[in-house]
């Protein structure tokens, strides 16, 4: 059993030492106003694969990408025009959109075709992200099929199992992001979340 380093979100440079530790091949467990996630640099094969193991996660089900803003994003994906009025009404957000892959984004996601991105609105995972200056993988803490961690004693049990926890408290929505397959029109809702799919929809 590995040593996790333990910090506060408020704790001075606090995201500048989780930033270290992602961009170093280790996997930190962060608090987001929807629910915790596990966090790992996007581009090291290795510590993605330690996400999939510590969740028991079939490699079928894709992790979502976070970046801290859109010109980061359409680096990774194509975003039609109409998509993109989404993604600038909803974005910081809890909204996750699923988009086709550019050459760089294929080859971040193992050779899909699709990818599903978010930026968040939690002032931690925004600081933490533009120190990072590179996508990250990102999931919620839960093992797979279960219940997702919403709380900082929620993710404990994955003490001595992920390289860094930072306790963010109660996320503020506890609740997971709305996710839209955005590849092609019409939009396909994947999952009902913290966004009303209604108030989406209307910018469509």
């Not at 996508?135 to 001595?160: C, H, I, M, Q, R």
């Not at 109660?170 to 397959?181: A, G, L, M, N």
Request: overall charge positive; some cysteine; glycine content about 6%.
């Amino acid at each position: 059993m590995k040593k996790t380093l333990k910090i506060s979100h408020i704790e001075k440079d606090a995201h500048k030492k989780v930033a270290d530790v992602i961009k170093s091949g280790g996997v930190a467990i962060v608090p987001t106003e929807t629910v915790y996630g596990f966090a790992a640099d996007a581009f090291n094969t290795e510590a993605k694969n330690i996400i999939y193991k510590i969740k028991g996660r079939s490699y079928k089900k894709p992790l979502v990408v976070m970046t801290p803003d859109i010109e980061s994003v359409k680096v990774l994906v194509e975003i039609p025009q109409k998509a993109l009025k989404i993604a600038k009404k909803f974005w910081p957000g809890q909204l996750t959109l699923i988009f086709p892959t550019t050459e760089l984004g294929k080859i971040l996601s193992g050779g899909r075709d699709n990818l599903g991105v978010r930026i968040p609105n939690n002032v931690f995972m925004l600081k933490l992200l533009k120190e990072i200056a590179s996508p990250v993988w990102t999931t919620s803490v839960n093992a797979s099929g279960k219940k997702s961690a919403k709380n900082y004693k929620d993710v404990l049990e994955f003490d001595g199992v992920a390289d860094v926890i930072v306790d963010g408290g109660k996320c503020e929505f506890s609740f997971e992001s709305t996710v839209i397959d955005m590849v092609k029109f019409p939009y396909v809702i994947v999952r009902k979340g913290c966004l009303n799919t209604n108030e989406i929809l209307k910018y469509i």
